[in-house]
């Protein structure tokens, strides 16, 4: 794993290895009950049409399989689901400039001086009338020069993860229209990265969780990532003030058999210089055969004080992409390029995979 934080790294990578994937995910947890997921692609990880070019050996790259995702959820519960994958014609990531583009669907960020700002602007339909429009503005100073500290190589060099923004504000609008039409206010806290990987994510690491919980005054970010057997745990608080306190000791319990076989951790216990914390996840708020994304609590002790926070936690088994047992259920979720499955023409049913 490379960690860097590097504004003008956040553009799109060269990825001449078939397998090779990127993404620019962005988060966010609203006052108001809602939150959000929205991840651009290209070279989609999940797409069984991109495994069947690799193991047929077409050479076809990342930049055929691009794809965006957007969840949309109100108190950890499903209200909006979309995960298409286009054409390369419909797809343009900026190699120069952190930008990006989906169908009607983008990213840009800009940087004045020390400020960083990302608007994220969607126009997604569904093929059940479902649709989602909207903007959404994500601001913050720059981390890079508190993030100095923990950049660098951990375990393997084949996966990148750039922090952009671990700690941003969020302001801006939903509207969803499908079994409900809504008009959601956004205003809280968010966050963006930049993953890139040059190779598939099987041939890098065997399971990966990670997550980020946002206080008052700094944010815990963290990463557990087996690597041919081998665990690679980092975790840190990152202070509003730029401090960064990495933790020590991280352990894993309380592990939960999922309906699709995903055995995963749901308590994390972090411990530091002066601090220690507890992160339970007790709500699965998507689960897949590969993938899990959870709803958590944390609990930070420093010294005499106490805090709380609410965050996002997410865990995936690459190798589990490549099973065609599960392919049914993806084909479910991912609308391909020229075909739409049954499923995802009617409002009940598809509501019913999120």
């Known amino acids: 794993m490379n960690i860097l934080s590097d504004f003008s790294k956040d553009t799109q990578t060269d990825k001449p290895i078939p397998g090779s994937y990127e993404w620019w995910y962005f988060d966010g947890i609203s006052g108001n009950g809602y939150s959000f997921v929205i991840i651009f692609y290209e070279g989609n990880p999940f797409s069984k049409r991109y495994i069947r070019s690799l193991n047929a050996g077409t050479g076809e790259l990342a930049r055929h399989f691009p794809a965006l995702s957007i969840s949309v959820y109100k108190e950890n519960k499903p209200v909006f689901y979309s995960f298409e994958e286009v054409v390369p014609e419909s797809a343009a990531f900026s190699s ?105 994510m099987k041939d890098t690491f065997d399971e990966w969780y990670w997550g980020r919980y946002h206080l008052d005054d700094a944010t815990l970010i963290y990463y557990i990532m087996r690597e041919k057997g081998e665990w690679d745990k980092k975790a840190w608080i990152l202070e509003d003030n730029g401090t960064v306190q990495p933790a020590q000791r991280i352990t894993m319990n309380e592990k939960g058999l999922s309906l699709f076989g995903l055995e995963t951790a749901r308590k994390i216990n972090f411990e530091g210089d002066g601090f220690e914390a507890l992160i339970q996840k007790d709500e699965m708020i998507d689960n897949g055969p590969f993938y899990q994304r959870f709803s958590g609590n944390l609990v930070l002790k420093s010294g005499k004080e106490i805090k709380h926070a609410r965050g996002i936690s997410e865990y995936i088994y690459p190798s589990r992409i490549y099973k065609k047992l599960f392919w049914p259920l993806v084909d479910m979720r991912i609308k391909y390029p020229g075909s739409v499955h049954w499923v995802q023409k009617s409002p009940a049913l598809y509501r019913w995979t999120w």
């Not at 009338?129 to 508190?146: N, P, T, V, Y």
């Not at 950049?151 to 993860?161: P, R, T």
């Open 96 to 200: 120069e400039n952190p930008a990006g583009k989906i169908g009607e669907n983008s990213f840009t960020g800009v940087r004045n001086e020390n400020d960083v700002d990302y608007t994220v602007s969607l126009n997604q339909q569904l093929p059940n009338g479902d649709s989602i429009r909207g903007e959404l503005h994500f601001r913050s100073e720059s981390a890079e020069d508190s993030l100095n500290q923990i950049s660098g190589y951990s375990g393997g060099a084949n996966h990148s993860w750039n922090l952009v923004q671990p700690k941003c504000s969020i302001e801006g609008s939903l509207e969803i229209k499908g079994y409900d039409s809504i008009l959601i206010p956004i205003s809280g806290t968010g966050y963006h990265d930049h993953n890139f990987g040059s190779e598939p």
